[in-house]
T-cell receptor, first 110, second 114 residues
């Protein structure tokens, strides 16, 4: 059974610092890994999707890496801003469904 | 184009009543998922529909929960004889019929059982 773990559970940084969010998974037989953002009271917004054959994906200030053999992904957010405050979830796609981690709650202070 | 939509956005019901939640996926998306998110917790998979294949119901927590989908269109999640522990946000997501696709989520339905 796939287990997805996100560390840390919560993170607070001053504006301008880089954010590093970690995601680990136990079964490397995945199709892809996806990072989402969730704002309070709202649904999920997809940030980045990394296929199992890829090593990283970039979008603006966001960069996500994937090391499938070791079961790890890292989301980097450069030069954090207060608007980056949210909960970040990673999810791995195996056969059929996505398996989610519990998320990392991020607060960026001005 | 339009995203995934869900209705109602909020539902308050009394314990023991039945509720029905609706999800309209993005047009052309053959795969549809239901998830549950309890307060302060992660997403919990409930059920997965893929085209005309038999749905994956492995995440449904009890036989009070059921879901239907007609073809590749709207899906309804029904909870019978609601209990207080059913209070949560119910999220729906869809993607195209490819294993490599991004999942798109609806805004969710917040269910409160009194």
């Amino acid at each position: 059974k796939q287990e997805v773990t996100q560390i840390p559970a919560a993170l607070s940084v001053p504006e301008g610092e880089n954010l590093v969010l970690n995601c680990s998974f136990t079964d490397s037989a995945i199709y892809n890994l996806q990072w989402f953002r969730q704002d309070p009271g709202k649904g999920l917004t997809s940030l980045l999707l990394i296929q199992s054959s890829q090593r990283e994906q970039t979008s603006g200030r966001l960069n996500a890496s994937l090391d499938k053999s070791s079961g790890r992904s890292t989301l980097y957010i450069a030069a954090s801003q207060p608007g980056d405050s949210a909960t970040y979830l990673c999810a791995v796609r195996g056969w059929g469904k996505l398996q989610f981690g519990a998320g990392t709650q991020v607060v960026v202070t001005p | 184009g339009a995203g995934v939509s869900q209705s109602p956005s909020n539902k308050v019901t009394e314990k023991g009543k039945d509720v029905e939640l609706r999800c309209d996926p993005i047009s052309g998306h053959t795969a549809l998922y239901w998830y549950r998110q309890r307060l302060g917790q992660g997403l919990e998979f409930l059920i997965y529909f893929q085209g005309n294949s038999a749905p994956d119901k492995s995440g449904l927590p009890s036989d009070r929960f059921s879901a239907e989908r007609t073809g590749e269109s709207v899906s309804t999640l029904t909870i019978q004889r609601t209990q207080q522990e059913d209070s949560a946000v119910y999220l729906c997501a869809s993607h195209r019929d490819r294993g490599t696709d991004t999942q798109y989520f609806g805004p969710g339905t917040r269910l409160t059982v009194l």
